[in-house]
């Protein structure tokens, strides 16, 4: 039987996407057994995945300290696995991967300055684009697979496995239909947009449509949310009451949402891979060609400023270029609420037929 370990840290969107590794190596190996290493905050997105046998859960903080880091390469190396895929590929995971002693380690090739150890016995190299509408960061994970072990039919779609419990929960009984998340704040200031944008934005919501929202933030985001929730005309169809403040509690209730409009982030690959309607606004400085699973124009839509105002990103020099990637508002402020629902309003009038006011 194969041991097999996924090593992905960082933030939510990333651990969703890599568990396609783990369902795929699951068809190339039926009876192998899967472990995933990630930051506990993440793991919400894994949980009951009868691909993935056991979740290794890390605090981000600790692991940053060397003897913790130490410890856990020692732990890896005991456990004796067979095959260590690594999307994450930066320090810790390629520490782990080089002492781990697996036959396949398995990870991509990053420009390296000052380190060139034999990390993996098998790099590979990033895609340039997005070749499927799984888009590339998937693409990316599946050639991880593929490049190694033979895959004839792979599997694109990250997928969250809901309990039965899970999916008939009844957290918006007595909420009025239908009911939109709005992720009102994305996971950094860098993916969030200007807060009277969003609000805009919410106030031709609640007066178009008969419907409920929902803000959907992180448990430190709370004041800059209410900061929000203060510049919307009609509060009435705002309910603040319901909230979900974990990543699990979040995919249960977006379950019982009906679609979600968001800053680019975790959120949005959770919905799509509970196949709700989304709309994505994407901050500027992203690299939508990486993360714009599954768009296809109606059920999953976008926007990102390169598209309506592609001159914008030439027309910068050097110096320009550097402040905006230390201040993305600079740019985020070219993204006006007017250019935002000229996309908006069709999706919505798709997806919100015969709830108009």
């Not at 905050?41 to 993935?52: A, F, H, K, Q, R």
């Not at 799984?134 to 004839?152: M, N, Q, Y």
């Not at 929902?214 to 319901?242: G, M, R, S, W």
């Not at 606004?281 to 839509?301: C, L, R, T, V």
Request: glycine residues 4%; hydrophobic residues 40%; aromatic residues 10%.
């Amino acid at each position: 039987m194969k041991k097999i370990l996924v090593i992905q840290n960082k933030r939510i969107g990333d651990v969703l996407l890599s568990s396609v590794i783990a369902n795929n190596i699951k068809t190339v190996f039926p009876d192998s057994e899967v472990h995933f290493f990630a930051y506990d905050y993440t793991t919400g997105v894994l949980e009951n995945n009868p691909n993935i046998d056991h979740i290794i859960r890390v605090k981000e903080k600790e692991l940053k300290k060397i003897n913790i880091l130490i410890e856990t390469i020692d732990g890896i190396r005991r456990a004796g696995y067979d095959i260590i895929f690594d999307p994450y590929a930066k320090f810790q995971s390629r520490m782990m991967c080089l002492f781990s002693k697996a036959e396949y380690r398995i990870g991509f090739k990053r420009a390296e300055k000052k380190l060139r150890l034999p990390f993996y016995t098998h790099p590979i190299n990033f895609k340039k684009k997005a070749t499927l509408i799984c888009g590339r960061a998937i693409e990316d994970r599946i050639h991880l697979v593929e490049s190694v072990f033979e895959l004839p039919t792979p599997d694109t779609v990250p997928k969250i496995f809901l309990t039965s419990e899970e999916q008939n929960s009844a957290v918006l009984n007595g909420i009025e239909k239908p009911v939109i998340m709005l992720g009102v704040l994305g996971s950094t200031p860098q993916k969030s947009m200007p807060y009277e944008y969003i609000a805009e934005l919410i106030n031709y919501i609640t007066a178009t449509y008969r419907a409920t929202l929902l803000f959907n933030y992180a448990p430190h985001q709370k004041t800059e949310a209410q900061k929000i929730y203060e510049l919307c005309d009609d509060k009435a169809q705002i309910n603040l009451d319901v909230y979900a403040d974990s990543i699990r509690d979040f995919a249960v209730l977006m379950n019982q949402c009906d679609l979600l409009v968001s800053n680019e982030g975790g959120s949005v690959h959770i919905t799509k891979a509970l196949d709700k309607p989304t709309f994505t606004i994407y901050s500027p400085y992203i690299d939508k060609d990486a993360w714009n699973s599954f768009e296809d124009g109606k059920f999953h839509e976008s926007i990102h400023l390169l598209e309506e105002q592609p001159d914008l990103y030439t027309s910068f020099s050097r110096e320009e270029t550097k402040k905006i990637e230390e201040n993305p508002e600079l740019l985020y402020r070219k993204l006006t609420p007017e250019l935002i629902l000229g996309k908006l309003i069709p999706f919505l009038q798709h997806h919100l037929k015969g709830f108009e006011k």
